[in-house]
């Protein structure tokens, strides 16, 4: 079902926005005090999966998780992430919609509150502009109600995958490509003139090269048509709407193409400024001459190295010396960090207009480069758009430009340890990353949605998740957290890891355990509770996915 937009004019909408107000929370003590771990209950599963109720459609289930139904929404929802491929890139029909019904009813099950769903802009918009096909995913938005799920909607505008090899390639429309093919100054560049073709530069926000409309107008036409074919279900079951920013949906430049940021060569990446695209040029060059030193718009930093190397033999980059930290280094730092933040409050400001009066709330995420984050210049942030140094907060202006436009948190890495990551990368810290990232989150008073690095389903990574959870919740009247795992798919319904799974979703739904001081190894004992393998086959998971 195709849905033809009709035509807007290239014009700014007028629109009203709120004055939140708010006390930044005290930080005098940020973890938990010791406290009495009570004895874990029994888990008790007890569903009717098949059983559909003619009136409503809704799932005749139940899941006794040892405290009442009143109390269980007091504690940290869990929402999965769908499978990639849940809607196919060609038709745009949902894909293994049997399995997917089953694996629903698991989900509610287990205790989940909800799935995201990754909307992706070059399967909805692929060949035409302004002809929108949300048939997929308005029956997967169906099938959620029925099965008693709430939804996170991700408006991806960005690639998914590496390319045509990838069998999970989700390119940008095919009408978008074209005009990069005949404008390729549309895609980002670097100093050595490597396109990357994940997401539009940021260069172009406001121009019209896109058949007339600008890339800004190109997601805010999106997004209504979003908001319009959805009316009746956001605020209802679509209670997320993630505004994507950037490559992996993440407000950020490509410094490293995300292939590359999947293998464990990533923890020696220092990336490579993407300012080298003519828009890119033409926006550092004007600034460059409104302060006089039109010499220092020319492109990015001389001596920034290669891909890969070590920070303290670069020109740019080292400790000592390092032309990050000079008069140059500031100005070229504040005006791509700049460009940055003013692509963020461009969105931020049309999703706000757009959603106003919803009931849906609006989110973006902040990657983590964390593997330089023990050095003084942090070069893997730097390259990414954070102005984020030992001597500068580069995620506080992010955090407080989501709280002007009531936006959430979401950011990665709540499954990462340092000593882990420092086995491979001794200058690396991702606790230290998040903490700074949860810690601005406080201050300015926003919810923070949650994710791992990748897919983990071991205990450990679990018990990360929920220290980190509570490194942001503890001592706030009304905290604001949830997270969303990675991902749907065969591996999570094994046996072993699904028993896993259900605890940890356990441990963030009952608030009493939530906020206790939590024993990871009487955890691991699998035989506090009953799930079983007859329970597992009864659920049909063994079959999801397949």
Known sequence: MAIAAPPSTPTFSAFF????????????????PPTTTKPLRRLTLSARLNSISPDNGDLQGELFHGFSPQRRGRGSPVFVIMPVDSVDPLGGQVRRRKTMNQSFKALVA??????????????????QPRVYNWQGYLAIVELAKRCGL??????????????????????LPLWVLDEIDKDPDLAYCDRF????????????????????????????????????????????????????????????????????LTSAWRTRELGEFQCYDKYMLAALNARAREIGMPEWGNGGPIGA?????????????????????????TFFLE????????????????????????????????????WHYLTQSHPSELTAGYYNTSTRDGYLPIARMFARYGFSL??????????????MNPVSSPEGFLRQLLSAARVCDIPVEGEPSASSLDDKSFQQVVKMSKYYSYGLEKPSFSFNFVRMDKNMFELHNWVRFTR????????????????????ADSRRFSTSVSDVAKFGMASAYC
């Open 193 to 260: 003139g490597r396109r990357n073709t994940e997401y539009i530069s940021l260069g172009c926000d406001s121009l019209p090269v896109l058949q007339g409309r600008s890339p800004l107008q190109v997601y805010a036409d999106f997004m209504r048509n979003f908001r319009d074919t959805f009316k009746h279900f956001i605020g209802v079951i679509i209670i997320g709407i993630q505004i994507g920013m950037g490559p992996a949906g993440e407000l950020r430049y490509p410094s490293c193409p995300t292939q590359k």
């Open 410 to 423: 979401c950011c990665p890495c709540f499954d990462l340890q340092d000593l882990d990551e420092k086995q």
């Open 504 to 523: 940890f979703v356990r441990q963030m739904s009952d608030v009493n355990i939530f906020r206790a001081k939590l024993d990871v190894d009487a955890m």
């Open 305 to 329: 190295s290669n891909l890969m190397q070590n920070p303290e033999e670069t020109k740019f980059f080292r400790s000592d010396g390092g032309s990050w930290n000079t008069s140059y280094g």
């Open 110 to 127: 287990a205790g989940v509150e909800g799935v995201v769903i990754e909307v992706w802009w070059g399967i909805v918009e692929r060949d």
């Open 17 to 32: 926005r709120p004055t939140r107000t708010y006390s930044p929370p005290s930080f005098t003590r940020l973890f938990s």
């Open 335 to 370: 005006w791509y960090s700049g460009m940055l933040l003013l692509h963020g409050e461009r969105l931020c400001r049309e999703a706000e207009a757009i959603f106003w009066g919803t009931k849906g709330n609006t989110s973006a995420k902040v990657a983590g480069f964390h």
């Open 150 to 171: 709430k939804v996170r909607a991700v408006l991806a505008f960005h690639q998914c995958g590496s390319g045509p090899p990838d069998p999970n390639c989700i390119p």
